[in-house]
């Protein structure tokens, strides 16, 4: 089993150490759904670019409040082999892979099932229960997104989800509010590498600097920084060290346009 859903991860790594990871290279990008978009980035009066041209979003935490749901599955995992979820499991496992979380999950249980038994299973219910309407909003970003595709902004979700994990969620949404969506399928290289987020930039056709990256997750911060994006942290979990570029808040919730516009320009 490779990659999965943009979950979990064992253990926990400096974000610094994963900014070292700015010089790889971008081979085997893929882009199989729609050719390059290559719309200016817009302007001011003045000719110069407003921040954020684009908006580009992680989805699993971010977007979608789906870590109750992963904790209530992994949880009734455990339980039906007779266990109980250790104190640290979350810190552990979060902002990786599922293929993370069913290694600590069979190394914790002692399950006969294989790696991908104990993904599907988990992912198949976490799957159903999302999948039914309404869409389960974050705190704060609903309410971005559409003031965000009122004003015309592009927007991009990057995920190292699966499309066949986010397609059902996603087909809750009104259609129109997102210009490309990134999944694991579409790069051969994944958050904290810059790939996936060079690849949104890529399809929007727009610098990276010009855009904003949200994310919940040190990979995923970490991945849009070393894009050279600026990046919004809203941690689901230990908070991140300082970095240039990199904001951090505790929700989005009451947050504007406007307040967006600021955190490019440095008022935050």
Do not use: N
Not at 150 to 166: K, L, M, Y
Not at 198 to 217: K, N
Not at 219 to 234: D, F, K
């Amino acid at each position: 089993m490779a990659g999965g859903p943009r979950r979990r991860r064992a253990g926990r790594l400096p974000l610094g150490w994963l900014l070292r990871l700015r010089g790889v290279h971008l081979a085997g990008l893929r882009d199989p759904d729609r050719p390059d978009r290559q719309a200016p980035a817009a302007v001011d009066g003045g000719g110069l670019v407003r921040r954020p041209a684009a908006v580009l979003w992680d989805f699993d935490g971010t977007l979608v409040d789906s870590e109750g749901v992963w904790k209530v599955m992994e949880g009734g995992f455990a339980a039906r082999h007779g266990f109980d979820l250790p104190a640290d499991y979350s810190e552990r496992t979060i902002g990786g892979t599922m293929r993370d979380t069913a290694i600590i999950l069979k190394d914790l249980t002692g399950t006969p099932a294989s790696l991908d038994e104990i993904a599907a299973e988990i992912t198949d219910g976490v799957v159903r229960t999302l999948a039914r309407p309404p869409f389960r909003w974050c705190a704060g970003a609903e309410h971005l997104v559409r003031e965000l595709a009122a004003e015309a902004v592009p927007q991009a979700i990057v995920t190292t989800s699966r499309r066949a994990f986010i397609d059902p969620m996603l087909s809750l949404l009104p259609a129109g509010l997102f210009d490309t969506v990134v999944t694991f399928e579409d790069t051969d290289r994944h958050k904290p590498d810059p790939a996936s987020y060079l690849l949104a930039c890529q399809r929007l056709g727009l610098a990276a600097t010009d855009c904003l990256v949200v994310e919940d997750s040190e990979p995923g911060m970490a991945s849009g920084l070393a894009a050279g994006c600026q990046v919004l942290g809203v941690p689901s979990g230990p908070q991140p060290p300082p970095a240039d570029r990199l904001t951090v808040l505790g929700t989005l919730a009451g947050l504007t346009v406007a307040d967006l516009r600021g955190l490019c320009r440095g008022d935050a």
